[in-house]
């Protein structure tokens, strides 16, 4: 089942891919923006392609664009993660691929692993919903020890549960990790997305650098458009997803 967001009505028109560059700067604030839930809305996921930054796709396994968009970014020059769909505290169904805490050891394994064989080029993993899951000790051990097998893969916690034990687990796996700093659209407008974007910028200013997570919006995809010029005057640097983990 599709993750609801804005329907492909309000999707923007399909933008030509801008090789991505860096910032000069090269030590200053760093910040990763991530797009999750990507394979479902392409015209809008090919216009964060086509920004002339680094970014990373999450994409989910199981749906219609997963290998297009996947294969894609990968060309663009972008980061390719697989968005893990976890069971959550709602009981709302995450989408296909989806891994439960009723799921034993070798189940989870399973699943993991035909997850991650879905997106091509994938580099790291971060977790779609799962606020029940991420707080399992057991299942994020066994998702770790998938990761782990695969080598060079690491693991961004979406930090959708405040108990959440994904970085904990990733870390005592030898797992290269890190955590979400700012969600960038829980609300759908450039307004509120543009504010989000100088959050993260000033946790990267602060701590050295930040990651930010958003969706394949209409609204998400102009704001972040509109505010790469002033980021980039004010010194940010924006990078991969998987430079920010250690």
């Known amino acids: 089942m599709p993750t609801t967001l804005p329907t492909a009505s ?11 560059v860096s910032v000069p700067n090269a030590t200053g604030p760093k910040l990763a923006l991530i797009v999750d839930d990507c394979g479902q809305w392409l015209d809008i996921e090919r216009g964060f392609i086509a920004l002339p930054v680094p970014l990373t796709l999450s994409v989910l396994p199981h749906v219609h664009g997963t290998e297009v968009i996947a294969q894609e970014a990968h060309d663009a020059g972008k980061g390719v993660m697989l968005h893990l769909p976890m069971e ?15 799921m034993s050891d070798a189940q989870v394994t399973a699943q993991v692993q035909d997850d991650l064989a879905q997106v091509p080029f994938v580099q790291g993993v971060n977790n779609h919903e799962g606020s029940k899951a991420s707080a399992d000790s057991r299942v994020m051990h066994d998702v770790m020890q998938v990761l782990a097998q695969h080598g060079q893969l690491f693991f961004i916690d979406s930090r959708t549960s405040s108990v959440s034990v994904g970085a904990a687990q990733a870390h005592e796996a030898d797992i290269p990790a890190a955590s979400r700093d700012v969600f960038l659209d829980n609300r759908a407008s450039v307004d509120y997305t543009e504010a989000q ?24 995809l102009a704001a972040v458009r509109a505010m790469i010029p002033e980021l980039q005057a004010q010194g940010i640097q924006f990078v991969l997803a998987g430079t920010l983990t250690h």
């Open 88 to 102: 959550p505290v709602s009981e709302i169904y995450p989408g296909p691929g989806e891994v439960k805490t009723s």
């Open 10 to 20: 309000s999707a923007t028109p399909t933008a030509t891919p801008t090789p991505s």
């Open 197 to 220: 974007l100088r959050e993260a910028a000033a946790i990267a200013k602060r701590t050295g650098s930040a990651i930010a997570i958003g969706h394949p919006r209409p609204t998400t």
